[in-house]
């Protein structure tokens, strides 16, 4: 497994940007589909996106298609979900996670998670 950390998430206005980090330990990451999933409060956990070890596969929930993309950095271990244009529904945990293999939208197929980082989206 490996060891997931995220960052950049804060209190933010209705139409701003943000760029969420999960940078991960460990060397097995670059073998890893990596996911981001959202939580808001007394909802369910909702995937958000995911992206194949090689980057040639990207997972998009219809929610948030055409305002986040994610990305990663094999060589600096680190994913990222760009975010543009947010809304006050984008408000929630987000988390990482990461699991050897394909990429699912499930998030009980993911075997390491993050602690989350919160945003808020005031409008």
């Known amino acids: 497994q490996v060891q997931l950390v995220e960052s950049g998430g804060g209190l933010v206005q209705a139409g701003d940007s943000l760029r969420l980090s999960c940078v991960a330990s460990g060397r097995t990451f670059s073998n890893y589909a990596m996911g981001w999933f959202r939580q808001a409060p007394g909802k369910e956990r909702q995937f958000v996106a995911a992206?194949?070890?090689?980057?040639?596969?990207?997972s998009y929930a219809d929610s948030v298609k055409g305002r986040f993309a994610i990305s990663r950095d094999n060589a600096k271990n680190t994913v990222y979900l760009q975010i543009d244009s947010l809304k006050p529904e984008d408000t929630a945990v987000y988390s990482c996670?990461?699991?050897?293999?394909?990429?699912?939208?499930?998030?009980?197929?993911?075997?390491?998670w993050g602690q989350g980082t919160q945003v808020t989206v005031s409008s």
């Open positions: 992206i194949s070890w090689n980057r040639s596969i990207t």
């Open positions: 996670a990461g699991r050897p293999g394909a990429v699912y939208s499930n998030p009980e197929a993911y075997s390491s």
